[in-house]
């Protein structure tokens, strides 16, 4: 039997990257809006599965997730599957899992609600459109307290087709936010406590508007506008691609306080014939070159990547030049992957697929390299004084933990309230933290 009760709780469950946490926060307070209570424990009433379709066993991973479900005395919470699974799969979760009564995509969760009284009539309801009219402006004002750090989709969707990758068709087309809207969430994101927020998007300097007098601006206008509210602390923005790194934004890095000297390029592979099979728009000379400008204009930038090992046809010589690429940037930090064959992509049909072995072999050996260089990054900052953003308390007592402007996480001992700025000097570096002595300022 399907439950019928009206869900007075609920529970998202977070599977993929930012955007996705960022959706799983706005179902959150859609759900709130209708008049559910948050619960913290697994024994909600309604469950969201927010799916991530970006790697293998993705599905699989859902499935199981479902079975676990169930309760002892055998009934099932209402369940949705939301995310980018239920966008790619929606059809094949609701005829293999029963237990699912609602399948969403992530461009149609604004219709939660409605979905969820048809379910509660005894109807599966599937929602996959991509509306153009998009679902920002259907979904309620933001109004629930914000941590320190907060994010904002700014935009969403993919036109690039990777040959590897799922997300333009689970995302859809790119489309860009209007800049009024940003605007105001971010200043509600503000007035709700946040002090750093990071700009969200597959593409995320794709992003074009038009300013509150007209006139054309990208990422870096946005950015600059928004440094303009006054609580606003720091701003980030992930996730970028190469060949939109405009000089505008560029210099950004250069002129804007607040934007965080941060930036996560991924470039996938350091073999211009892979990038090309991967059907990347750049090569390892234009990505180096635009890391040049970008280490011109702010000369202390911390960098970090993705990379793919593994894509079909990738040649011992080829990894080489990958690893080879890592020596000559020096990452702060990185993301690397064994490559994952996505059903319906180009890649998973191209010939001189790679052995298990060898994709491990070679993640190995990448990932070695990207922890000596973190280590070399943070050991590279001690004795530097910068400011920590407090995000909650360490393990030990008197202990507080934040981000410094690279990203790094810090700790330190001092009387310190959480969403506080804090001067610290860099003492001591591990590979993925750092301590510091919080610095007594003089006040005049
Ligand atoms: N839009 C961003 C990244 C989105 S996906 C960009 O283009 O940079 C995040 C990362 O997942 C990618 O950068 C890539 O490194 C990895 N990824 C995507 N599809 C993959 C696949 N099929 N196998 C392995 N890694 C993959
Ligand atoms: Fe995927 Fe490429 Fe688009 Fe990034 S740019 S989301 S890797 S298709
Ligand atoms: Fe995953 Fe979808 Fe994000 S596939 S990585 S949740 S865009």
Redesign the pocket.
């Known amino acids: 039997m399907h439950p019928t009760r009206l869900p007075q709780t609920f529970k998202v469950k977070n599977f993929g ?1 930012q955007m996705n946490v960022y959706d799983g926060e706005r179902m959150t307070e859609l759900l709130i809006a209708d008049g559910l209570a948050a619960a913290d424990g697994d024994d909600a009433d309604l469950v969201v599965l927010n799916t991530c379709h ?2 293998e066993k993705a599905a699989e991973k859902v499935y199981s997730d479902i079975g676990r479900l169930r309760r002892e005395d055998g009934s099932v919470p209402l369940i949705a599957v939301a995310g980018c699974v239920a966008q790619a799969e929606g059809e094949e979760i609701m005829a293999r899992a029963p237990a699912v009564r609602m399948v969403v995509g992530p461009q149609a969760y604004h219709r939660l609600p409605q979905m969820l009284g048809e379910a509660l009539a005894g109807r599966r309801v599937t929602d996959t459109d991509m509306p153009s009219a998009t679902k920002f402006a259907e979904l309620p004002p933001r109004r629930r307290r914000s941590g320190p750090t907060a994010f904002l989709t700014v935009q969403e969707g ?1 036109d ?1 087709f ?1 040959t ?2 799922v ?1 333009p068709y689970t995302r859809g087309a790119e489309i860009s936010r209007p800049f009024g809207a940003l605007l105001d969430e971010a200043q509600r994101l503000v007035e709700a406590g946040a002090r750093e927020i990071t700009l969200l998007g ?2 995320v300097n794709a992003w074009s508007g038009e300013d509150g007098r007209g006139r054309p601006i990208g990422l870096d206008g946005l950015i600059r506008a928004l440094a303009g509210l006054p609580d606003l602390a720091r701003i980030r923005y992930t ?1 970028s ?1 190469p060949s939109d790194m405009s000089e505008g934004l560029i210099a950004a890095h250069a002129e804007i306080a607040k934007l965080m000297p941060f930036l996560h390029l ?1 470039v ?1 592979s350091g073999s211009d014939g892979i990038l090309k099979a991967m059907n990347r728009s750049h090569t390892t000379e234009s990505y180096l070159r635009t890391i040049e400008r970008v280490r011109a204009a702010r000369p202390d930038i911390a960098l970090s990547g ?3 090992v593994g894509f079909p046809g990738e040649s011992e010589s080829d990894f080489a030049q990958t690893l080879k690429l890592i020596d000559s940037v020096g990452y702060a930090q990185a ?1 690397s ?4 064959s ?1 059903p319906g ?1 180009p890649a998973a049909v191209m010939d001189g697929q790679i052995a298990p072995e060898v994709l491990d072999e070679r993640l190995k050996r990448l990932q070695a390299a990207i922890n000596r260089d973190q280590l070399a990054f943070n050991q590279g900052s001690l004795g530097k004084r910068c400011k920590v953003l407090v995000e909650r308390r360490g393990k030990r007592p008197g202990q507080w933990l934040g981000k410094s402007p690279w990203l790094q996480s810090v700790h330190f001992e001092s009387a310190a309230t959480v969403g506080e700025l804090v001067e610290v000097e860099l003492t001591e570096a591990g590979p993925n933290s750092l301590h510091a002595r919080a610095v007594e300022l003089a006040t005049a």
């Open positions: 990257c970006i790697r993919c690039k990777c590897y990758c997300v597959q593409n996730t691609h991924p996938q993705d990379f793919i993301f992957f064994k490559f994952s996505r992509t």
